[in-house]
Every structure is written in C-alpha cells, then in structure tokens.
C-alpha cells in the first residue's frame, strides 16, 4: 500500500536522495565532522523531497528538526540561523502543516496565486527588512553577517509565505538557497572544513527547490481546471 505522507514510492528523486546521503556520509567522515551535529541532515534530505513535490508533511518534519538547526548555527556562531530556526522555522512550519491540512488538497493543499503588484510590494518589504536586520546581526557578531542576514530574512520570509499558502514562495526559496550556499562556501573559506557536509545538502536542496517551482505551478494549474 502506499505511502500517505509520501506516494510516490517509484520516484527517480529517491535515487538522487540515496547519493546525497552518501555523500554526506563520506565527507562527514573525511572532515572528521561529528554525527551529531549532521544528523538533521539525514532528515532535510526527506523533508526536501517531500517539499519538492509541495507536500504538506515536509512542514512537519522540517519544523521539528529545525530544533536541531537552531543549536548547530548556536555552535558555529551564525545567530541569524539561530533566531531564524528556533522563533521562526520551527513554529510556523507547523503552523503551516496544521494551515494546510486544514484545506488540504491530495498530499498538499490549495495555493494561493499573488497579484503582480502584491509581488512588486514583497520584494520592497524584503528590501526594508534586510536592511532593519542587517544591523541587529552585525551588532550580534555574526561570522558572516552580510550573507547570514541576507540568507535567513529571505528563509523566514518565505515560512511566512508558505504559512500564508502563496504559491510564490517557492520561487523565493532559489536565491534563499543560493545564498545558504554562498554561507557554507565563506564558512568552509575560513577553514571551518567541517561545513562540507553542509554544503552537499545545500547543492542537493537546491535542486529540490527549483522542482517546487514547478510542482507548485502544475498544482495551481489543477486546482484552476478543477474550479472551472
């Protein structure tokens, strides 16, 4: 019988999953990386599986890991995270879950579509936000403020968008992800070589976010054919 939470047990996706673990495993080992501080990584590869398909158990699964995120950006001095993970990330993902359940349409649930104006007004809040947040990870000394400010405003933005059920947070969560990047790739530059495993799940959940974007427009596309 299939899965509930995840219905597509044929998907070549799952493959892919297989060989990011993997490598995750093999470069946890080479840098000498603790367990400990990797295991929610195991977990994001599911929980980013289920978010390309735009699955509403990702929320559920993401938002209880991101506990475990919350005390590794503690340990490697990137508050940004921190605060991003444990007042944001992991509340409203559930919240989400529970939003989503609430109108849920097969494994997900029925998206909202922004104006083009709402789009325009988004993006200037983002630019206003950033700017506010800025200053207050500077003033927390942030081993990569710029970057780390940037890539957590951006992540909580969009778990609020995901929270709201606007479609558009996808398209949001490809520079989110790009400059999580950007963050391991400074972090592993200034010797913290342990960031590798990291940055290998940063590349695979990449990928799995420019599949959201499409997964969400084939749903939106759907639910429109089905209205009418």
Do not use: H
């Amino acid at each position: 019988m299939r899965s509930k939470i995840y219905n597509r047990p044929r998907d070549p996706w799952l493959i892919f999953l297989l060989i990011t673990a993997i490598l995750i495993t093999l470069s946890s080992v080479l840098v000498r990386q603790s367990f400990v501080r990797v295991f929610p990584l195991y977990v994001s590869v599911f929980v980013m599986l289920l978010a390309s398909r735009v699955n509403r158990y990702s929320y559920l699964l993401g938002g209880i890991n991101a506990i475990f995120y919350g005390f590794i950006a503690i340990y490697y001095s990137i508050p940004g995270s921190a605060i991003s993970a444990f007042l944001f990330n992991f509340p409203l993902q559930i919240i989400s879950f529970i939003r989503w359940s609430k109108t849920s349409w097969k494994g997900s649930t029925v998206l909202k579509k922004m104006s083009t104006r709402g789009r325009l007004l988004n993006v200037a809040l983002i630019v206003v936000l950033w700017v506010a947040y800025y200053a207050l990870i500077k003033a927390l000394g942030s081993a990569s403020s710029l970057i780390d400010s940037m890539a957590s405003l951006i992540g909580m933005y969009v778990t609020v968008l995901q929270v709201l059920k606007y479609s558009e947070y996808t398209a949001l969560m490809i520079p989110s992800g790009l400059l999580t990047i950007a963050l391991y790739v400074s972090l592993i530059a200034k010797g913290t070589v342990e960031q590798v495993p990291f940055l290998v799940y940063s590349l695979y959940s990449l990928c799995c976010v420019i599949r959201s974007v499409f997964s969400a427009k084939r749903i939106l596309k759907e639910q429109e054919a089905e209205e009418k």
